[in-house]
């Protein structure tokens, strides 16, 4: 698969972080999304919001795309993003669960 390929809810997510607009990038996510980073857990669009402000737009984190490969279960992709900012910087894969169009989950790891 190339960036031509990734799902319009992970291209959300790439693009609202690197745009800085924490509206849309919560709006990528489904009402009951789980997001796991290394083991901490958030639930909800208020657990979205939340990592958001602390781990990814609050410490203005940029993405940029490496790839992405289908996951083991359908709806699902292992994207690689080398991500900069204030935060976290390197490179690693984000493993997304898709459902009606946005997503419904997210892990770090």
Same mark, same amino acid.
């Given at each position: 698969m190339t960036s031509t390929d990734v799902?319009?809810?992970i291209r959300a997510f790439i693009d609202a972080t690197n745009r800085g607009d924490s509206d849309a990038f919560?709006?990528?996510?489904?009402d009951d999304?789980?997001?796991n980073d290394w083991g901490r857990e958030f %639930? /909800? %669009?208020? /657990?979205v919001r939340s990592w958001d402000r602390t781990d990814n737009i609050g410490v203005q984190s %940029?993405?940029?795309?490496? /790839?992405i490969e289908p996951g083991g279960d359908p709806d699902s992709y292992?994207?690689?993003?080398t991500v900069? /900012?204030?935060g976290f910087n390197g490179t690693g894969p984000m493993t997304f669960q898709l459902r009606d169009g946005r997503i419904?989950?997210?892990?770090?790891?």
């Open positions: 799902p319009a809810p919560v709006a990528a996510f489904t999304a789980y997001l %639930h /909800g %669009h208020d /657990g %940029h993405f940029e795309f490496v /790839g292992v994207v690689t993003l900069s /900012g204030n419904a989950s997210v892990r770090i790891s």
